[in-house]
């Protein structure tokens, strides 16, 4: 019989696929990511927000594909209002919709996880993404930018959410310290730990 399978296979000119133990077990990495331009507290108004700079640093030291979560409310507005926004979205459990979508989540076994830290968690955008995509056993590596609140409850939000992922070393920088020189060797060399 398997003799038949693999002269049909021939003859139809597919060549049997060989799976080795690598391919099988390490898939891809992706990188997700919500970063907000604009006024930002500490550095100003930016064109790039912190935590995309840290996402760039990630893709280049890892080669890893990105999805950068785009709300499609608009967040161009001050600092000080935007914060009350956030307030208010996470108050009432808001779920804001974003752009576009990650094509074959399946391909990917690692994924770093990052974004600003707002009232103490990822914005409430980044949980429209968490509840569209299922990260259950995957490597997820989550990342922050701050200007004092470190990782806030972001690992431990996504761990309830995520109970049967494995998490990697979590990692926090200021937002206006992801800006320099120093703060882009500590980015890599965290990610070189992971």
């Not at 038949?4 to 891809?28: D, F, H, R, V, Y």
């Amino acid at each position: 019989m398997g003799l038949l399978s693999l002269i049909a296979l021939t003859a139809c000119g597919a060549q049997p696929q060989k799976n080795t133990n690598k391919e099988m077990n390490t898939g891809k990495t992706l990188v997700v990511y919500f970063s907000h331009a604009g006024e930002n507290y500490s550095v100003g108004n930016v064109k790039e927000g912190n935590t995309k700079l840290v996402a760039d640093v990630i893709c280049a030291q890892t080669g890893a594909d990105r999805f950068e979560i785009e709300c499609v409310k608009d967040y161009n507005m001050g600092y000080a209002a935007l914060c009350d926004l956030a307030k208010v979205e996470q108050q009432n459990g808001e779920l804001p919709g974003f752009k576009g979508a990650v094509a074959n989540i399946a391909d990917y076994s690692t994924i770093y996880i990052g974004g600003p830290v707002w009232w103490g968690t990822y914005p409430q955008v980044m949980f429209t993404f968490f509840k569209q995509y299922d990260l259950n056993g995957k490597t997820i590596i989550p990342f922050t930018t701050h200007e004092g609140s470190g990782l806030g409850n972001c690992v431990s939000d996504l761990k309830a959410i995520y109970p049967k992922a494995t998490f990697g070393k979590a990692f926090s920088i200021y937002g206006h310290e992801a800006r320099t020189d120093a703060g882009k060797k500590k980015i890599e060399n965290w990610v070189k730990g992971n």
